[in-house]
């Protein structure tokens, strides 16, 4: 490695501090508080907006694979810009391009995260975010705060400064996230894994508490998923597995019965759903309507859709002529593949299973790098993505800008440190 070399992958103490500092911030925020949020997500991109000045992608030669991801999230805005041009646009169009705009943002932020976010400093944000999150989901489980700035607390129902579906797949993706660090932290000592486990189990726990039945039911997949990645890696351990299991199980018996409950009432909704009336909405049977209609504006406009923000306004043009039920007409149609398939068509859906699939595609390749700590993040990356593609499936989760913020910074910073150090471990073997 010659000098230029080893300056190009060198990080700055200070700098390295701030930027796992802003991670940490926005990872604590994203539950705890709005304005937590903000700071650390507005932080991190007009950082990384000022960070680009000095153009940095002339000391940094992008791989081949780290290009085809961000041309993934390029790709997801295009599609979206050209179905606005080509569809009705509108106020609700706009709107809705400027949030997909934030896709953008990837560019500047894989720079900035590549030359400052270290693995360290991204591991120390995610334990000590998990614990924050914790300790906040705990206290308003036991009714001590009100979490909720929008006055949308249940009693015994965790959902922190957002809305339950919103709270628990975000705090699944970061237990899950936490979790493939787990074996490091208890390679320090008994007191460590305890710890370790015992905070686990808080993010199991909560997640059942937000009673999000979608990340609920999803927890198998993701369970064979987790054990499938950590064989790839060579780091499967069947007393860790059995750990898990007996963790989550635990975790769940406090649920159980709601969750049976659920399956059972989602059932006769689905089997019920053509009866549904309006003033006896059913979250399946709403669900079902709404994905009808969609395939109906699908089917009408196939190659880019109506445009980004124009389902409610096609669905209403459908219920009109007595084609959809009434309460098919919403803003979105609660899940994010039907949404792209009616506003965006099939060309929105290749860059809908892109933003997923070459991402996932990235991080499963991180499992075959002779390095430990790039193994665990690639794992964590790799269950990160399933989870939000499967939470995309009943809830339109990039109509939200926690969502957005949330996929677009963590995939980023995972892709910035993996693509680093594997790089620079290639360099030194070299």
Same mark, same amino acid.
């Given at each position: ?6 300056k ?14 802003? +991670? $940490?911030?926005?990872?604590?925020? %994203?539950? #705890?508080?709005?304005? &937590?949020?903000?700071v650390?997500?507005?932080g /991190?991109? !007009? ?13 940094q ?34 709107? +809705? $391009?400027?949030?997909?705009?934030? %896709?953008? #943002?990837?560019?500047? &932020? ?6 400052? /976010?270290? !693995? ?22 036991a ?26 797949? $975000? ?18 000592? /008994? ?6 486990w015992?905070?686990f ?9 937000s ?22 890696a060579?780091?499967?351990?069947i007393?860790?597995?059995? $750990? ?70 096609a ?10 039920h009434?309460v ?43 390095s ?14 399933f ?8 809830e339109?989760?990039?109509?939200l800008?926690?969502f ?27």
């Amino acid at each position: 490695m010659n000098s230029g070399d080893a300056k190009n992958l060198s990080t700055h103490p200070a700098h390295t501090a701030i930027c796992g500092l802003l +991670m $940490l911030t926005y990872l604590c925020g %994203f539950t #705890l508080d709005p304005a &937590l949020e903000k700071v650390g997500q507005i932080g /991190l991109l !007009l950082w990384s907006l000022g960070f680009c000045f000095m153009r940095p992608w002339r000391e940094q030669r992008l791989s081949k694979e780290v290009k085809w991801v961000l041309a993934a999230f390029l790709a997801f805005f295009l599609v979206a810009l050209v179905a606005h041009l080509a569809g009705e646009g509108g106020r609700d169009g706009s709107k +809705m $391009l400027a949030r997909y705009a934030r %896709f953008l #943002l990837v560019f500047p &932020l894989y720079y900035l995260l590549r030359r400052f /976010l270290t !693995l360290r400093w991204l591991g120390i944000s995610i334990v000590l975010a998990m614990f924050f999150n914790g300790v906040w989901g705990l206290l308003e489980y036991a009714a001590i705060v009100e979490g909720c700035t929008r006055d949308m607390c249940w009693p015994t129902q965790v959902s922190a400064s957002l809305n339950p579906i919103q709270y628990g797949n $975000l705090i699944l993706c970061l237990t899950l996230l936490y979790a493939v660090m787990i074996p490091k932290l208890s390679d320090r000592g /008994l007191p460590h894994a305890l710890a370790a486990w015992c905070l686990f189990a808080v993010g199991m726990f909560l997640m059942f508490s937000s009673h999000t039945r979608g990340a609920m039911i999803t927890l198998p997949v993701l369970g064979i998923a987790a054990v499938c990645l950590f064989m790839k890696a060579g780091e499967f351990n069947i007393t860790k597995a059995v $750990l898990v299991a007996v963790i989550t199980a635990l975790c769940s018996i406090s649920s159980w019965q709601q969750v049976s409950e659920k399956i059972e009432v989602g059932v006769a909704e689905y089997n019920e759903y053509e009866n549904l009336a309006e003033e006896g909405q059913s979250s399946i049977g709403t669900r079902m309507h709404m994905w009808r209609a969609s395939l109906k504006i699908f089917v009408e406009n196939p190659v880019l859709g109506v445009g980004p923000g124009q389902y409610k306004e096609a669905a209403r043009k459908l219920h009109d002529q007595g084609q959809v039920h009434t309460v098919a007409v919403y803003r979105h149609p609660h899940s994010e593949v039907f949404s792209v398939l009616s506003t965006r068509g099939v060309a929105g859906l290749l860059s809908l299973v892109a933003i997923f699939a070459i991402p996932l595609w990235y991080f499963y390749r991180a499992l075959s790098v002779k390095s430990d700590q790039i193994k665990i993040f690639g794992i964590g990356g790799s269950l990160i993505v399933f989870e939000v593609a499967q939470a995309g499936i009943t809830e339109t989760i990039f109509d939200l800008t926690s969502f957005i913020g949330f996929y677009l910074i963590m995939v980023t910073a995972l892709l910035a440190v993996i693509s680093r150090d594997a790089e620079s471990m290639n360099r030194s073997e070299s």
